[in-house]
């Protein structure tokens, strides 16, 4: 299984972006899929996950009502939507799927990562 992570850039504060994460191999469907990011100096943090239907998604506190997660089965896909973006959302983004199809917030439950995407926000 791999990961590619894309659409990260540089983007004013309040500006948007939209991070998509394809991947390879025929099970995608059954992973739950994870965002984490990562700013320089500090440790890898959960942003978000949803579960391999869909159905269930969850937030860490500072993107909840700015940040939405989806994902398109039959494109093998997971998108990140990012919206009123602030300087403090700077980072490196991986995503990362986790066999156990329900979905967590710890990175360690996560079997396979991509190779990140920077998100620069200027304030």
């Known amino acids: 299984v791999q990961l590619q992570a894309s659409g990260g850039g540089l983007v004013q504060a309040g500006g948007s972006l939209r991070l998509s994460c394809a991947v390879s191999?025929?099970?995608?469907?059954?992973?739950?899929m994870g965002w984490f990011r990562q700013a320089p100096g500090k440790e890898r943090e959960f942003v978000s996950f949803?579960?391999?239907?869909?159905?269930?998604?969850s937030y860490v506190d500072s993107v909840k009502g700015r940040f939405t997660i989806s994902r398109d089965n039959p494109k093998n896909t997971v998108y990140l939507q990012m919206n009123s973006l602030k300087p403090e959302d700077t980072a490196v983004y991986y995503c990362?799927?986790?066999?156990?199809?329900?979905?967590?917030?710890?990175?360690?439950?996560?079997?396979?990562w991509g190779q990140g995407t920077q998100v620069t926000v200027s304030s």
């Open positions: 949803i579960s391999w239907t869909g159905g269930t998604t």
């Open positions: 191999g025929r099970t995608f469907s059954s992973y739950a």
């Open positions: 990362a799927a986790a066999r156990t199809g329900c979905g967590t917030v710890r990175a360690a439950n996560y079997d396979y």
